[in-house]
């Protein structure tokens, strides 16, 4: 049974950092790319970033460039991702994916505000 459960989130000041993780069981992760998505009130659901099976290759929405990184372990089946620099428009609840299937978390709030 695929499970991907994320953690991390909460409430931070702009300007602040967190760091997401996305802890995955139940099927071959090192063998998946896998991705981090958001979705905020109101707004459709959007990618904002990936990461290649091997974590070599990863790639960023325009939004969250040099503000987020995306990382993975394999050996602890665990994905990652790194944010700083906050903004208010950052706040979404945010989901891991695997890559080409339907396979989600259930998601982490961010809320970011003052």
């Known amino acids: 049974q695929v499970e991907l459960v994320e953690s991390g989130g909460g409430l931070v000041q702009p300007g602040g950092s967190l760091r997401l993780s996305c802890a995955a069981s139940?099927?071959?992760?090192?063998?998946?790319?896998m991705n981090w998505y958001r979705q905020a009130p109101g707004k459709e659901r959007e990618l904002v970033a990936a990461?290649?099976?091997?974590?070599?290759?990863?790639n960023y929405a325009d939004s969250v460039k040099g503000r987020f990184t995306i990382s993975r372990d394999n050996a602890k089946n665990t994905m990652y991702l790194q944010m700083i620099s906050l903004k208010a428009e950052d706040t979404a609840v945010y989901y891991c994916?695997?890559?080409?299937?339907?396979?989600w978390g259930q998601g982490t709030q961010v809320t970011v505000s003052s």
């Open positions: 139940g099927f071959a992760f090192s063998t998946y790319a």
């Open positions: 994916k695997v890559a080409l299937r339907k396979w």
């Open positions: 990461i290649t099976s091997d974590g070599r290759i990863t």
